[in-house]
């Protein structure tokens, strides 16, 4: 019978290296303990100042209103006036004349001429802007007149409908004058034929 001995004085056990790797766990789960109550921390002190940030602007806001809500108190009819004259003067400026013109010229048959073009209110309606005008325009021809209604209101760019007829007679001939309420939204792309034969020869 072979009988196995350890003729070593000091027999090899590696007992130091358990006790190393389970400190270096230990360490290494307090750190990311560490690190994600740190980054806790900071999202919370972020959602803090985010809310006294909405809440400052809230209270601002408020008091921006009422501020203008008493300025508003403080003007006579006449300043009132003014102010709503002098909102209309800057969405004017944002206003496409020559494109209003355009697309009239575009509708408007040649057996009907337009005489005045009274601008009512010009506002913003969400990104675009809307005018609503009173459009007075001369003919001899009822149909005429009904059939370029129709064709403004198909256009999308127009909704017209007839508000009067007056019977006009001049030294020549016999004609009516039309008055029409007219709302008229711009397209959002535009480009008149001049502006197209100018791109086109630039691109030469």
Do not use: C
């Amino acid at each position: 019978m072979i009988t196995k001995l350890n003729l070593a004085t000091k027999p090899f056990r590696n007992r130091r290296t358990p006790y190393i790797l389970a400190a270096l766990v230990a360490f290494l789960s307090v750190i990311s303990l560490l690190l994600l109550f740190s980054q806790f921390r900071e999202n919370e002190n972020r959602r803090e100042l985010a809310e006294r940030q909405i809440e400052e602007m809230k209270i601002e806001i408020a008091e921006q209103q009422a501020k203008g809500l008493a300025v508003q108190q403080q003007l006579s009819p006449t300043q009132r006036d003014l102010l709503v004259a002098s909102h209309k003067l800057v969405a004017n400026k944002t206003f496409g004349w020559s494109r209003l013109f355009y697309d009239l010229e575009r509708l408007i048959p040649g057996s009907v001429s337009a005489s005045r073009i009274a601008v009512e209110n010009v506002y913003r309606d969400r990104d675009r802007i809307r005018a609503e005008l009173e459009l007075t325009v001369l003919s001899r021809d009822y149909q005429s007149v009904m059939a370029m209604i129709g064709s403004m209101n198909e256009s999308g760019v127009f909704r017209a409908e007839l508000r009067s007829q007056n019977l006009q007679a001049g030294q020549r001939s016999t004609f009516s004058e039309y008055t029409l309420a007219v709302t008229y939204l711009p397209p959002m792309v535009f480009s008149t034929p001049a502006e197209v034969a100018q791109n086109q020869g630039g691109g030469e």
